[in-house]
């Protein structure tokens, strides 16, 4: 068994340089774009999936804003109907928002969506084909244009 070769898929040789040239894995074997259309092909999937990674992220960013105020008025009206009790002076109030399965369950898989889409990017980058990267890139920077402004009003508040 011997070592000396240079790593080489079943498809063929993978590039360790940024390149044009098509016949890179992505993701899986059954996905290998040889031609120039399936190159245009991938690189607009890749670009839509960066836009979908950018919308992710500014529904996250408005539904912790809704999220936040539901679970303020839930906390508030629990607090409404505990009976008046005197609480010695410099005693420490602590709060934590309530566990809500719909709002909690929704954010989390929110959250493994997201973070399974920036594998796939990095995935994506690794394979050093410079249309795949630049698909990216422009795809969530034009996601970002269009909906960053949703996902900073958390901030904003």
């Known amino acids: 068994m011997s ?23 992505l993701w899986f074997l059954g996905w290998v774009p040889k031609s120039s259309g399936a190159m245009v ?43 008046t009790q005197s609480f010695p002076i410099g005693s420490i109030k602590r709060f934590n928002p309530p566990f809500i399965p719909a709002h909690d369950i929704t ?10 889409l920036g594998y796939l990017f990095m995935l994506t980058v690794m394979t050093y084909q410079l249309g795949f990267i630049f698909s990216l890139v422009v795809g969530l920077g034009v996601g970002e244009t269009l909906f960053g402004r949703f996902g900073s009003i958390t901030h904003a508040h």
């Not at 070592?3 to 894995?25: Q, R, W």
């Not at 303020?72 to 009976?83: E, G, Q, R, Y």
């Not at 954010?107 to 399974?116: D, K, P, S």
């Open 41 to 83: 092909g991938t690189c607009i999937a890749l670009f839509m999936l960066a836009l979908i990674e950018r919308w992710i992220a500014a529904c996250r960013g408005v539904m912790e804003l809704h999220w936040g105020q539901q679970a303020t008025i839930i906390a508030s009206d629990k607090l409404n109907a505990l009976p």
């Open 107 to 116: 954010r989390g898989v929110m959250f493994a969506a997201q973070t399974l």
């Open 3 to 25: 070592m000396d070769g240079g790593m080489s898929l079943a498809v063929g040789n993978m590039l360790s340089y940024l390149h044009f040239t098509p016949g890179d894995n």
